[in-house]
């Protein structure tokens, strides 16, 4: 669905009518370091589809599947995230930059490249048990730019 979060709800079909799924696979790798106060995190992944076969999106086997129209059903590409970020006395900072390419370019359900950058500030009380943060994030896809604040309290009891 349009939110990513559309677990088995599309369909494909080999020659013969048969239920049919794309070869998926994707691999990934990330680097922790942490240092005293500081961290600093990269990470990088990448997923692709193969089609073993030719596949239809209807079970009449009337609509061929595309070449790259399998990225308008599973998320495909590549992106890369890094953060860094300062602890110290309860007090926290930290900087992030991501950056993501879908494998096919611009489709109906991606767009070209999205990038993103936010600052975050938090702190925490002594005991663990409160914690109040504050985010500001900047995404740019296209020729779009949309901005994003955010407050978080997280208290335990």
């Given at each position: 669905n349009a939110y990513g979060e559309?677990?088995?709800?599309?369909?494909?079909y080999d020659t013969a009518g048969?239920?049919?799924?794309?070869?998926?696979?994707r691999w990934g790798a990330d680097l922790?370091?942490?240092?005293?106060?500081l961290s600093v995190l990269i990470e990088y992944q990448i997923s692709w589809a193969g089609i073993p076969s030719k596949l239809y999106a209807d079970e009449n086997r009337?609509?061929?599947?595309?070449?790259?129209?399998?990225?308008?059903?599973?998320?495909?590409?590549?992106g890369w995230n890094f953060q860094c970020g300062y602890f110290i006395k309860g007090w926290g900072i930290d900087l992030r930059q991501q950056y993501i390419k879908p494998e096919f370019g611009v489709s109906d359900n991606y767009t070209s490249e999205?990038?993103?950058?936010?600052?975050?500030?938090?702190?925490?009380?002594k005991d663990g048990s409160f914690r109040i943060q504050l985010?500001?994030?900047?995404?740019?896809?296209?020729?779009?730019?949309?901005?994003?604040?955010?407050?978080?309290?997280?208290m335990r009891f």
């Open positions: 559309g677990h088995n709800v599309f369909s494909l048969e239920l049919s799924l794309p070869d998926y696979k922790l370091a942490k240092y005293k106060g009337q609509v061929a599947l595309r070449p790259g129209q399998i990225s308008s059903f599973l998320s495909l590409g590549s999205i990038r993103s950058t936010s600052l975050c500030g938090s702190h925490h009380s985010s500001h994030e900047l995404n740019q896809f296209d020729a779009h730019r949309m901005a994003r604040t955010e407050c978080m309290l997280q």
